[in-house]
């Protein structure tokens, strides 16, 4: 499906993305959409631009030129704090849970900034590793758990575009399939998800799409329904 297809229905739309730490360039002109209802992965070697994509959808990198469209509505020059009112809901690759609060402090310690979020009741449902361990500090979970936990307090506050940073690094093949799981229910649901993934076995049981990322740049886009007939393409981009 030509990118293009997605220029009138776009949730998030992303052009010409220039960022910058101090005076390092790191994003080239990225240019990404992402429509309602889409589950979309950035795919890349470390390095390539693909968490400084999400902090700077979410506004953690101050310093960026082109644009960052969220429903209509530009983020660039929009304050740090007013992004997740908007309704997106970022969990970075080190998960960002309170370590020292308790599963069902974690919970609900997010405001909620939309109606439509989930319960807590639901969230354990869509986790049910996470049942029953309500008084449990997040120190005390698991690797995997924390990632789950990590994901289910964004789904208390009513965001609809949720960015994933790298959810089943580190994670045991029992635990990503569960991740997997979870995704794919959220996007039943009616979640929008762009995700950051290293494993592209994984992305590919998930997403709808595909953008490969190199050195700050968009240098590809693969709907998934063609990622076999591209997979040598794939392995040369990702160096695997």
């Known amino acids: 499906m030509p990118d293009g297809a997605f220029t009138t229905t776009a949730m998030l739309e992303i052009e010409d993305l220039h960022a910058y730490y101090g005076e390092s360039h790191v994003l080239h002109g990225v240019s990404l959409k992402v429509r309602q209802g889409e589950v979309v992965t950035l795919l890349g070697r470390n390095g390539a631009g693909k968490t400084t994509t999400m902090r700077s959808i979410m506004g953690v990198v101050s310093k960026r030129t082109g644009s960052i469209k969220f429903q209509g509505q530009e983020l660039i020059g929009l304050a740090q704090h007013k992004v997740p009112r908007l309704g997106i809901g970022y969990v970075p690759e080190e998960r960002g849970i309170f370590a020292s609060l308790s599963v069902d402090e974690n919970l609900t310690l997010p405001p909620v900034v939309k109606p439509g979020g989930m319960t807590v009741e639901q969230i354990y449902t869509l986790f049910p590793n996470l049942k029953g361990r309500g008084s449990t500090q997040g120190t005390r979970l698991s690797g995997g758990e924390q990632q789950m936990l990590a994901i289910a307090r964004i789904l208390r506050t009513g965001a609809n575009l949720i960015l994933l940073d790298?959810?089943?690094?580190?994670?045991?093949?029992?635990?990503?399939?569960?991740?997997?799981?979870?995704?794919?229910?959220?996007?039943?649901?009616?979640?929008?998800?762009?995700?950051?993934?290293?494993?592209?076995?994984?992305?590919?049981?998930?997403?709808?799409?595909?953008?490969?990322?190199?050195?700050?740049?968009?240098?590809?886009?693969?709907?998934?329904?063609?990622?076999?007939?591209?997979?040598?393409?794939?392995?040369?981009?990702?160096?695997?």
């Open 166 to 240: 790298e959810p089943t690094e580190g994670l045991a093949p029992v635990i990503i399939e569960q991740i997997g799981v979870a995704v794919r229910e959220l996007k039943q649901r009616g979640f929008t998800i762009l995700l950051v993934e290293q494993n592209f076995r994984f992305a590919s049981t998930i997403a709808d799409r595909h953008y490969v990322m190199e050195e700050g740049h968009i240098v590809d886009m693969i709907p998934n329904d063609e990622l076999e007939a591209n997979m040598g393409k794939l392995h040369e981009y990702l160096g695997v």
